[in-house]
């Protein structure tokens, strides 16, 4: 139990152009998800925390208007990169909570922008 | 200074060792300690939890915590060459489920 999918696995966009990253929880409802960032050889970086229904929170130095999080229900949350550009290019991997001691992960997004 | 430091390596040992992975924090509010391990291209898998003081086993593993000193480390006995992956060591003040502060990540390999 407690799946997380993320989909795409990986994506390749040209710069300018917007990709959105889905994450889903499959087997629990999720109250809480988390947004992660992970260079090469960097460990993950909190992007947001969304709560269902709510708006998210950013890390500081996280600029929301490019990274759109919508978190519309208990089970699906989606990361929009708006206007990608090649800095943007990372791993991109959501977490989920139910409201228990653990976050399960995603596997991960890698988006590259060219 | 980081929140938490963690040696990323590169560490290398042989099969049947006994490793050792550790990470420093600085702030005594973290109270929730765990460790992750992620195979390359994945996300992370959780390890080990805990929140106090003391060591913690489960099969091979043991998380150890020393809260006066801010010090935490995984021990790994009898290391097969499946659990090569990075091991990032994870804190939180108010539990797993909320915000966590990630170290570097250590990349292990265990030579057969």
């Known amino acids: 139990g407690a799946v997380v999918s993320q989909h795409p696995s990986w994506v390749i966009c040209k710069s300018g152009t917007s990709v959105k990253i889905e994450c889903r929880s499959l087997?629990?409802?999720?109250?809480?998800m988390f947004w992660y960032r992970q260079f090469p050889k960097q460990s993950l970086m909190l992007m947001a925390t969304?709560?269902?229904?709510?708006?998210?929170?950013?890390e500081q130095g996280v600029e929301k208007d490019k990274f759109l999080i919508n978190h519309a229900s208990l089970t699906l949350s989606t990361l929009t990169v708006t206007s990608a550009h090649p800095e943007d290019s990372s791993f991109y991997i959501c977490?989920?909570?139910?409201?228990?001691?653990?976050?399960?992960f995603g596997p991960g997004t890698r988006l590259t922008v060219t | 200074q980081k929140e938490v430091e963690q040696d990323p390596g590169p560490l290398s040992v042989p099969e049947g060792a006994i490793v050792s992975l550790n990470c420093t924090y600085s702030?005594?509010?973290?109270?929730?300690f765990m460790w992750y391990r992620q195979y390359s291209r994945k996300g992370p898998e959780l390890l080990m939890y805990?929140?106090?003081?003391g060591n913690k086993e489960d099969g091979r593993f043991t998380a150890q915590v020393d809260k006066s000193s801010k010090y935490i480390s995984l021990f790994i006995r009898d290391s097969q060459p499946s659990d090569s992956a990075t091991y990032l060591c994870?804190?939180?003040?108010?539990?797993?489920?909320?915000?966590?502060?990630f170290g570097k990540g250590t990349k292990l390999t265990v030579n057969p």
């Open positions: 977490s989920a909570s139910m409201n228990s001691y653990e976050q399960y």
């Open positions: 087997d629990f409802q999720a109250t809480t």
């Open positions: 969304s709560n269902e229904g709510s708006k998210a929170t950013y």
């Open positions: 702030n005594s509010a973290f109270q929730y």
């Open positions: 805990t929140y106090s003081s």
């Open positions: 994870a804190i939180s003040t108010q539990g797993g489920s909320e915000k966590l502060v």
